[in-house]
Nanobody, 116 residues
Framework: ELNVVVSGGGSVQAGGSLRLSCTASGFTFDEDGMEWYRQAPGSECELVSRPQPDGTNFYADSVKGRFTYQHDYAKNTIFLQMNNLKSEDTAVYYC??????????WGPGTQVTVSS
C-alpha cells in the first residue's frame, strides 16, 4: 500500500515555528517527489511548496522567505520548515501530489493553528 504519514502540526503563537514531516510508505521519494498543500476553512486548496525540475523549490508568495522545503531521501522523508508563522497560515497541511492536492488519498493532513 502506498501512503504517507504527515506529522508535526499543532498550535503555536504568531511568530513561532513548526516543522512538518512527510514519510513515505511503500514507495521511495525522489526529486520529483511530493508537494505541500494547505486548505484553510472556507478557502480553496493552495499549493504551498514543491520541488522544481531545475533544482529550486517553488513557494507560494504568501510563504516566501518564511517556509523552506527540505528533504532527507535517505530517510524517505520530506519536511516543511515553517518560521515566523502568521494567523493566516492556519490550515490543514497535506503532503500530496498535483492529482490529489488537499485530499486524504495519500494520507491524512495535519492541522496547523496559529494564534495571534
Amino acid at each position: 500500500e502506498l501512503n504517507v504519514v504527515v506529522s508535526g502540526g499543532g498550535s503555536v503563537q504568531a511568530g513561532g515555528s513548526l516543522r512538518l514531516s512527510c514519510t513515505a510508505s511503500g514507495f521511495t521519494f525522489d526529486e520529483d517527489g511530493m508537494e505541500w498543500y494547505r486548505q484553510a476553512p472556507g478557502s480553496e486548496c493552495e499549493l504551498v511548496s514543491r520541488p522544481q525540475p531545475d533544482g529550486t523549490n517553488f513557494y507560494a508568495d504568501s510563504v516566501k522567505g518564511r517556509f523552506t522545503y527540505q528533504h532527507d531521501y535517505a530517510k524517505n522523508t520530506i519536511f516543511l520548515q515553517m518560521n515566523n508563522l502568521k494567523s493566516e497560515d492556519t490550515a490543514v497541511y497535506y503532503c500530496s501530489t498535483a492529482a490529489f492536492r488537499c485530499s486524504d488519498d495519500w494520507g491524512p493532513g495535519t492541522q496547523v493553528t496559529v494564534s495571534s
